[in-house]
């Protein structure tokens, strides 16, 4: 079946990069064709997209006019470009205008270049351009943008080479990749290595040609000495389906360039499909597999358990659970509930687990004293990283992002479903736990879907990294864990929990 499955992915792969070639080039590149040529904006866009441009990639801080006419003649909006020195403060009113330009304008994607830093920045200052990277990062997703950085060509940038990226990941997750073929050879790094190590992260790319090793100019692309074919077929047989910006700053005849560069990115294109043949129609059969057949489950009915759960907690004892240092779990057992010892601490389940479906019913007391985050706090944490927030959200003001069934200050719920106190809810808890590569970053992130009561309050929701009080969320490496139900510091009266069951899904 994985098989049948990755055959499907390639041949979509396929079909998407004959329906259309994503080639792009910057609005300053056209803008110089104008100065050069003596011509309107407007016909330098032209004569662009007459040769083949479909994309444009451009500075937020564009004339509105030039906007205009990209947008009359028919570019699509591969790329805004952000320049945000982050290493001389936060900038909150650049960063606000950029994210303005984006949603008034349609660019749903945006390159962050974070300024450059003194020499021998202190650790407080690569600290403090983190975070701000970060946050521009985190509040751009808010509002359904992408941020992404590319290596840029400066021993001085905090993005400068594959290592200095590496670190910038791992501390400002939210982060993509602008892969600039061109700047990489720059730095010393291994342009084609690069590219696979950083593939799963590539949502847009610069192609930019050097002349030789540690020269800054910008020659026609496919006319200097960094693999173009091998960079473009090789992006396009990982299931790259984004654009390709041809990059060429100061360009003695930018109009010859471009259509130089055109030339070669339409080549590796040619040779990408030549090497891999349009499929042959599908037929009904092709789509069809047989084997191997599903394993039968019983499935819950009324207070019932599927056939194959594992019961975590039935009513009767806490044999599954423990305190964090390895001893017997001590809340409280009585009359088939669980109550919250706040005495005594969190409860974690003995046995770890990757991805799962979690089944879990708590209630908050009835009569619960207290307001905001200081009446019914708990929380179950998804791998003992993780937490879907637990509160009494029942008439009761917070951060929503801290509210009953958010991803705890990452992802506020779709929809408020409590009950009031003294009732039961349920939580349904769909997890899939995150793949890490070698060197501790992403593979693939942690998604989660939560229905509370029954309905859809998180749905496939992708959480950044692990749960913080303070600060933003942090990416570290780790296999199966334990389920942890919290015992919060609030004052109020302890929470109850019953019929808690998992169905591991590895």
């Known amino acids: 079946m994985k098989k049948i499955l990755l055959c499907c992915l390639f041949m979509q792969t396929l079909l998407s990069a004959y329906a259309e070639r994503h080639i792009s080039i910057f609005s300053d590149h056209i803008s110089v064709i104008a100065r050069q040529k003596q011509i309107s904006f407007r016909e330098a866009a032209q004569k662009v997209y007459d040769m083949g441009y479909r994309?444009?990639?451009?500075?937020?801080?564009?004339?509105?006019?030039?906007?205009?006419?990209?947008?009359?003649?028919?570019?699509?909006?591969?790329?805004?470009?952000?320049?945000i020195n982050f290493a001389t403060g936060e900038h909150s009113e650049e960063v606000a205008k950029s994210i303005e330009f984006m949603l008034s304008h349609g660019y749903d994607?945006?390159?962050?270049?974070?300024?450059?830093?003194?020499?021998?920045?202190?650790a407080q200052l690569l600290k403090d351009v983190?975070?701000?990277t970060e946050s521009y990062a985190h509040a751009c997703?808010?509002?359904?943008?992408?941020?992404?950085?590319?290596?840029?060509?400066?021993?001085?940038?905090?993005?400068?080479?594959?290592?200095?990226?590496?670190?910038?990941?791992?501390?400002?997750?939210?982060?993509?990749?602008?892969?600039?073929?061109?700047?990489?050879?720059?730095?010393?790094d291994d342009v084609l290595e690069t590219m696979e190590h950083f593939a799963d992260r590539i949502h847009h790319v610069h192609l930019k040609d050097r002349k030789a090793p540690g020269d800054l100019s910008s020659p026609a692309v496919g006319t200097g000495i960094v693999p173009?074919?091998?960079?473009?077929?090789?992006?396009?047989?990982?299931?790259?389906?984004?654009?390709?910006?041809?990059?060429?700053?100061?360009?003695?005849d930018m109009e010859q360039y471009a259509q130089i560069s055109i030339n070669t990115v339409n080549a590796a294109y040619e040779a990408f499909e030549k090497k891999n043949p349009e499929p042959k129609p599908m037929t009904n059969e092709m789509s069809e597999y047989w084997a191997p057949k599903p394993k039968v489950v019983t499935p819950a009915l009324g207070n019932a358990v599927?056939?194959?759960?594992?019961?975590?907690?039935?009513?009767?004892?806490?044999?599954?659970?423990?305190?964090e240092d390895g001893s017997e779990a001590k809340w409280i057992v009585k009359d088939g509930v669980m109550t919250v010892n706040k005495q005594t601490g969190d409860i974690l389940t003995r046995q770890k687990f990757g991805s799962y479906q979690l089944h879990i019913e708590w209630c908050v007391p009835k009569g619960v004293h207290g307001e905001s985050q200081w009446r019914g706090n708990s929380g179950v944490f998804m791998q003992d990283k993780y937490e879907v927030q637990i509160l009494d959200s029942y008439e009761n003001d917070t951060y929503v992002n801290g509210q009953a069934g958010s991803i705890y200050k990452q992802a506020a719920p779709l929809v408020n479903a409590m009950v009031k106190p003294g009732e039961w809810n349920?939580?349904?808890?769909?997890?899939?736990?995150?793949?890490?590569?070698?060197?501790?970053?992403?593979?693939?992130?942690?998604?989660?879907?939560?229905?509370?009561?029954?309905i859809v309050i998180q749905n496939h929701t992708e959480i950044q990294g692990?749960?913080?009080?303070?600060?933003?969320?942090?990416?570290?490496?780790?296999?199966?864990?334990?389920?942890?139900?919290?015992?919060?510091?609030?004052?109020?009266?302890?929470?109850?929990?019953?019929?808690?069951?998992?169905?591991?899904?590895?």
């Open 109 to 122: 994607k945006v390159l962050l270049v974070p300024g450059l830093l003194p020499e021998n920045p202190s």
């Open 426 to 454: 349920v939580y349904d808890i769909i997890y899939t736990a995150p793949v890490f590569k070698a060197d501790g970053t992403y593979l693939y992130k942690p998604f989660i879907t939560v229905l509370h009561n029954g």
């Open 141 to 188: 997703r808010m509002a359904g943008l992408e941020v992404m950085i590319e290596d840029y060509d400066n021993p001085r940038s905090p993005c400068f080479n594959r290592a200095a990226i590496d670190k910038l990941f791992a501390e400002a997750p939210s982060l993509n990749h602008v892969f600039d073929s061109g700047n990489y050879i720059y730095a010393g």
């Open 130 to 132: 983190y975070y701000r």
């Open 55 to 83: 994309g444009v990639d451009v500075w937020y801080t564009i004339n509105p006019e030039e906007q205009a006419i990209l947008d009359e003649i028919g570019f699509k909006h591969a790329c805004s470009i952000s320049e």
């Open 228 to 252: 173009m074919k091998e960079v473009i077929t090789g992006l396009l047989a990982m299931g790259y389906d984004g654009w390709f910006t041809v990059e060429h700053f100061g360009a003695p």
């Open 466 to 506: 692990t749960t913080e009080w303070i600060g933003f969320p942090k990416v570290q490496a780790h296999g199966d864990g334990p389920i942890r139900l919290q015992s919060h510091g609030d004052p109020s009266e302890p929470i109850s929990f019953r019929n808690i069951w998992i169905r591991p899904m590895n």
């Open 306 to 323: 599927p056939s194959d759960a594992i019961v975590l907690f039935d009513g009767s004892n806490l044999d599954a659970w423990q305190m």
